[in-house]
């Protein structure tokens, strides 16, 4: 089969297109054709992990989204052959107390990153993983929500709790986990203040639903938020930038406030003065994908059209260099997808 691969960890001239054998669904699993594979920023962390920390099987495929149409089935389960499904890319473990009482695993695994990923024409993956694809959206739209709207809602309702009529603060809005984020906020009746690093993001961030948006680029955050706050700050912060964001998030929290986080884009690194977080009782919560339950949830609420899957752009799978390109840029604002036919 038609791949983009990479050998070695390294910059965007590692990743290769060429022929990788098709892969055979064991005992368990099913085959899929992909039609479409979207874009995280997972993709660019794997491919350029020089320390290769994650320990991930070379040559390596990237991709944790996918949508396309069942070839083969290795086993029982309600899949058909030819159905057109989209993959829940949260694999649980199944054994660990937290999956046995039906909870966020323990061990849960990114689809695409200790197994071969989406950038191909075929991908295996256990047959419960694979969910019908509702016929309101295009192959492209299935493969641009399952990570980021999964995470979001884990994020929002599974971890901070965040309920209507709070102020949520988002970070990282042009991006795929940000601006699912702001969907799933307002879906929940909150309301949301995003950050922006341009007047022409503001925009785009406002058609998605924003109720006010702070351009971060230009003054002081912590003030405009306690400017729109009544000079008491957000209920809630929705984290996943990280070393520059951090003092900000945990100074623009009102009292009982507290922040999630999923990411650390811009890097690993925050300092914090500890009291604060006890005399201002803080909360801080780490987020990592979302369950079983949460996935079907986000897919019947996308189903129904309530949450939307933002298209930045498509590439065809040879260009997918191309497409990480534009993600390492900068340059996107929601998802990027790769087609394939
Ligand atoms: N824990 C999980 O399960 C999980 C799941 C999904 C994603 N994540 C993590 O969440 C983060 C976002 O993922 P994504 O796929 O949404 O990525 P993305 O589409 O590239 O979005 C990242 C956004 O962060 C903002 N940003 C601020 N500072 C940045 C910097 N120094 N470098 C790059 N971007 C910066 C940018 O938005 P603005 O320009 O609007 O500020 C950018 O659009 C990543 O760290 C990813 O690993 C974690
Ligand atoms: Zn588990």
Request: glycine share 10%; aromatic share 8%; net charge neutral.
């Amino acid at each position: 089969m038609k791949a983009v691969f990479f050998e070695k960890p390294g910059g965007l001239e590692v990743l290769q297109y060429g022929e990788l054998p098709t892969p055979k669904p064991q005992k368990g699993e099913a085959l899929m054709r992909v039609r479409a594979a979207g874009l995280n920023r997972l993709d660019i962390w794997l491919r350029e992990d020089k320390e290769n920390a994650r320990n991930i099987p070379m040559p390596h495929i990237s991709g944790s989204d996918a949508a396309g149409i069942v070839e083969e089935i290795n086993g029982e389960g309600p899949l058909k052959a030819g159905q057109e499904v989209v993959l829940n890319p949260a694999i649980p473990c199944g054994t660990c107390p937290r999956c046995k009482n039906g909870k966020s695993c323990e061990l849960v695994k990114i689809f695409g990153v200790k197994n071969q990923g989406s950038y191909a024409e075929y991908i295996t993956a256990p047959i419960s993983q694979f969910y019908p694809k509702s016929q309101n959206i295009s192959f492209a739209e299935a493969a641009a929500f399952p990570l980021t709207f999964l995470t979001a809602w884990h994020m929002l309702v599974g971890r901070a709790n965040l309920q209507k009529g709070e102020t949520v603060f988002v970070w990282g809005a042009s991006g795929g986990l940000g601006s699912s984020a702001i969907q799933v906020a307002k879906y929940l009746g909150a309301k949301v203040v995003a950050a922006a690093k341009s007047e022409e993001d503001a925009k785009q961030i406002c058609e998605i639903g924003a109720d006010e948006i702070i351009i971060y680029t230009k003054g002081n955050v912590e003030n405009a938020v306690k400017n729109l706050t009544n000079g008491l700050g957000v209920d809630v912060v929705f984290e996943s930038v990280g070393e520059k964001t951090w003092g900000t998030t945990l100074a623009m929290l009102r009292p009982f406030g507290r922040v999630v986080i999923a990411g650390t884009t811009s890097g690993d690194m925050g300092t914090q003065d500890l009291s604060d977080i006890y005399v201002r009782q803080l909360s801080i919560f780490g987020a990592r994908m979302g369950t079983k339950e949460e996935f079907e949830k986000v897919l019947e609420i996308v189903a129904a059209g309530k949450l939307k899957p933002i298209i930045d752009k498509t590439f065809s799978l040879k260009d997918a260099a191309e497409a990480q390109k534009r993600m390492v840029e900068g340059k996107h604002f929601g998802k990027i997808v790769l087609e394939i036919q």
